[in-house]
């Protein structure tokens, strides 16, 4: 069963025939199935959008696309939360449901607030199901400059616009910390993930459903500052690993992880260091130069294209070409 079929499980049968129908070219590099009622059939892929006939083939017009209706929606609904979408509200209140095998659905409709908080999401019109690829061997392009010759890993943070690949190249660098790094003189790490959105570790009621190798605790569904304390407290990580840091208490939680000598590997949206800096709630890591390591990402030869690598204390570029 290939990775989309995982995910095509989960939708009806109508659905399912049609996207089941397409190219085995075209299901291997699908990223996002978009379900929008009232809408044309939408697929993602990594060269870009496409639409989906009735009949099961790709068309650029959306004349020719079949629409979403409303049964569809409510087929969906009845799927995805295993015909009981009031047992999964505290996950609508994040906007997504992580589905076994480590995909996850985004979901959008009225959302009803109580106190200024989502409280949950009613009358649901649309699904983004991202599929989850684990792909093994990305980070091994990288390591050589994450790693010192003493064997210690630096700090480091991976910058990328969105899909670019920065969540997967995060999981397998997880993966190989986690396992070791013998060839460049690195002994396998105990990692903490703190994986906040499931995107990283894709637990499954607490399980996580990618390789993230044998010596990693996750804390799935956990506020990133709150998870870092948690894990610093009570696991003894010597990396700290999360995704997509920003808010003023996820730097001040890093701070902390640096202070007491934990290693920290986290990402953050950005298509340049410069972008980076014009944030406040950045700036205090460049200033006190706490990441060692900038891994940038981009498309420009395909997605997760490692356009560069920047000494962190230097700020000059490591020379690397891209890859």
């Known amino acids: 069963m290939s990775v989309l079929d995982e995910v095509l499980n989960l939708l009806p049968l109508n659905l399912r025939q049609m996207l089941s129908a397409l190219p085995a070219a075209v299901k291997e590099t699908a990223e996002e199935i978009r379900i929008r009622?009232?809408?044309?059939?939408?697929?993602?892929?990594?060269?870009?959008?496409?639409?989906?006939?009735?009949?099961?083939?790709?068309?650029?017009?959306?004349g020719e696309a079949y629409v979403i209706n409303s049964v569809d929606v409510e087929r969906v609904t009845q799927l995805v939360s295993r015909s009981s979408i009031y047992a999964l509200e505290e996950e609508l209140r994040n906007g997504f449901i992580t589905l076994p095998g480590g995909h996850r659905v985004g979901i959008t409709g009225k959302v009803l607030t109580?106190?200024?908080?989502?409280?949950?999401?009613?009358?649901?019109?649309?699904?983004?199901?991202?599929?989850?690829?684990?792909?093994?061997?990305?980070?091994?392009?990288?390591?050589?400059?994450?790693?010192?010759?003493?064997?210690?890993?630096?700090?480091?943070m991976l910058?990328?616009?969105?899909?670019?690949?920065?969540?997967?190249?995060?999981?397998?660098?997880?993966?190989?910390?986690?396992?070791?790094?013998?060839?460049?003189?690195?002994?396998?790490?105990?990692?903490?993930?703190?994986?906040?959105?499931?995107?990283?570790?894709?637990?499954?009621?607490?399980?996580?459903?990618?390789?993230?190798?044998?010596?990693?605790?996750?804390?799935d569904a956990c506020p990133k500052a709150a998870g870092m304390m948690m894990l610093l407290r009570s696991m003894g990580p010597q990396v700290i690993a999360t995704d997509e840091i920003g808010r003023p208490e996820d730097i001040a939680a890093l701070e902390e992880m640096v202070n007491a000598g934990v290693k920290v590997l986290t990402t953050v949206h950005g298509a340049s260091?410069?972008?980076?800096?014009?944030?406040?709630?950045?700036?205090?890591?460049?200033?006190?130069?706490?990441?060692?390591?900038?891994?940038?990402?981009?498309?420009s030869k395909g997605v997760g294209t490692v356009e560069d690598i920047i000494d962190g204390r230097s700020m000059r570029s490591l020379g690397v070409k891209k890859c």
């Open 37 to 62: 009622q009232g809408r044309p059939l939408m697929l993602g892929l990594a060269q870009g959008d496409c639409y989906i006939t009735e009949g099961g083939t790709v068309t650029a017009s959306p």
């Open 114 to 156: 109580e106190q200024g908080r989502v409280k949950n999401i009613k009358y649901i019109a649309g699904f983004n199901f991202r599929i989850s690829r684990a792909l093994v061997g990305v980070a091994d392009k990288v390591l050589p400059y994450l790693i010192s010759p003493e064997g210690r890993f630096y700090h480091t």
């Open 159 to 219: 910058v990328s616009p969105p899909r670019c690949g920065k969540t997967t190249l995060l999981r397998d660098l997880v993966r190989r910390l986690s396992e070791g790094v013998p060839e460049l003189g690195l002994p396998g790490m105990t990692v903490g993930v703190v994986d906040e959105r499931s995107e990283i570790a894709g637990c499954y009621r607490g399980v996580p459903q990618r390789d993230i190798g044998p010596r990693t605790d996750v804390l």
């Open 273 to 299: 260091l410069e972008e980076l800096t014009d944030r406040p709630a950045l700036q205090y890591l460049f200033q006190i130069k706490a990441i060692q390591r900038f891994v940038i990402l981009g498309r």
